[in-house]
């Protein structure tokens, strides 16, 4: 499992048909290498200007890019504090509605009625039918 970080756990699910079961793999481990500042840039401006507005810091932060408002939280603050902030900035934040509200679309379908694998087979090739012409008989001969 070279594709994924060392630390992130893994779960697998097999099954089909809606007998889905899920296995882990690998138990999540914490990151060991967090960084303050990725973690800050997390936030939402606003979040950032908030919280460094709470701790008497707002001198400056109107005219700060997300990224020198990061830079300055990371400064601040420790990582866990940091990563405290983030989540309950997430937790807090309005719930997005997709563009399109699709229906969620649940099918169950009973065991019984489930279809052979053969039906999804391609069917065998067949040469095509021929059919033979019938002879019209001698063909005319037009004179003038």
């Given at each position: 499992m070279t594709a994924v970080p060392e630390w992130w756990g893994v779960w697998v699910t097999s099954g089909l048909w809606g007998d889905l079961a899920m296995r882990c793999v690998r138990a999540a481990r914490p990151n060991p290498a967090?960084?303050?500042?990725?973690?800050?840039?997390?936030?939402?401006?606003?979040?950032?200007?908030?919280k460094l507005t709470a701790l008497g810091l707002q001198k400056g932060t109107a005219s700060k890019s997300r990224e020198g408002l990061a830079k300055k939280l990371a400064q601040i603050l420790s990582i866990d504090e940091i990563d405290a902030l983030v989540q309950s900035c997430l937790r807090q934040r309005p719930k997005r509605q997709p563009a399109v509200a699709a229906k969620p679309r649940v099918v169950e379908t009973p065991k019984h009625e489930m279809l052979p694998r053969s039906y999804f087979l391609p069917p065998v090739w067949q040469p095509p039918v021929t059919f033979q012409r019938k002879p019209l008989g001698?063909?005319?001969?037009?004179?003038?």
């Open positions: 967090r960084d303050p500042v990725r973690l800050a840039r997390m936030l939402w401006r606003e979040e950032a200007i908030g001698p063909s005319p001969i037009l004179r003038f």
